[in-house]
């Protein structure tokens, strides 16, 4: 079954330091990845997405297929970076499901 | 400015009573979806609908249906409203390919007393 795997509920870092949220699925196909963010009172939107392979606010994701992982990185983290992060998971063929996990929350400490 | 709009911010409803929750998307889009948000459960989908009057159960169906009559409007129904049902509800949308991004609406807290 096709699966998103978000293993930290909750991750706090300095800040200036780096950060690292781990995303790993579960797809027999062809996967299309993505990381949402929500920040505090707004709605969830489009951090990147791996077939970019963009820079968005710093942060960066490299699907690794041996892994099965789609971490998102940051160097050095701010403090507006603080949010609800959701890795997504969409199946990307006639049955267009969008998969989430779980969340992390992450919390950049001053 | 593309847009997911759902008709409500809050709604406080009664066990046992029919609830409906619109979504509108006027971005053209051929998927759109519904998911409540719980606190450690992350998004999960109710259902999903990837074209006029289509639909596909998703993980979490039970005491929810859907209507999509028209391409741009995805109804949620609570065809009878119970507790455990409280959360927030989220609406998205779509194209059909599963490359490009789903933009979500603003949600809907619903409160179940």
């Known amino acids: 079954a096709q699966r998103v795997t978000q293993p930290e509920k909750l991750l706090s870092v300095f800040k200036g330091a780096p950060v690292e949220l781990k995303c790993n699925y579960s797809?027999?196909?062809?996967?299309?990845l993505f990381w949402y963010v929500q920040y505090s009172r707004q709605r969830l939107q489009l951090l990147l997405r791996?077939?970019s392979r963009e820079s968005i606010k710093g942060f960066t994701a490299d699907l690794n297929k041996g892994e099965t992982s789609f971490h998102l990185k940051k160097p050095f983290a701010q403090e507006e970076d603080s949010a609800m992060y959701y890795c997504?998971?969409?199946?990307?063929?006639?049955?267009?499901?969008?998969?989430f996990g779980k969340g992390t929350r992450l919390h950049i400490l001053p | 400015d593309v847009k997911v709009t759902q008709s409500s911010r809050y709604l406080v409803k009664r066990t046992g009573e029919k609830v409906f929750l619109e979504c509108v998307q006027d971005?053209?889009?051929?998927?759109m979806f519904w998911y409540r948000q719980d606190p450690g459960l992350g998004l999960r989908l109710i259902y999903f609908?990837?074209?006029?009057?289509?639909?596909e159960k998703g993980d979490i169906p039970e005491g929810y249906s859907v209507s999509r009559e028209k391409k741009e409007r995805f109804s949620l129904i609570l065809e009878s409203a119970s507790t455990n049902q409280t959360s927030m509800y989220l609406c998205?949308?779509?194209?059909?390919?599963?490359?490009?991004?789903?933009?979500f609406g603003q949600g809907t807290r619903l409160t179940v007393v």
């Open positions: 998205a949308s779509s194209f059909e390919d599963g490359r490009t991004e789903a933009f």
């Open positions: 797809y027999s196909g062809s996967p299309e």
């Open positions: 791996h077939i």
């Open positions: 997504a998971l969409s199946l990307s063929n006639r049955d267009d499901k969008i998969i």
């Open positions: 971005m053209d889009h051929e998927n």
């Open positions: 609908s990837y074209d006029v009057k289509m639909k």
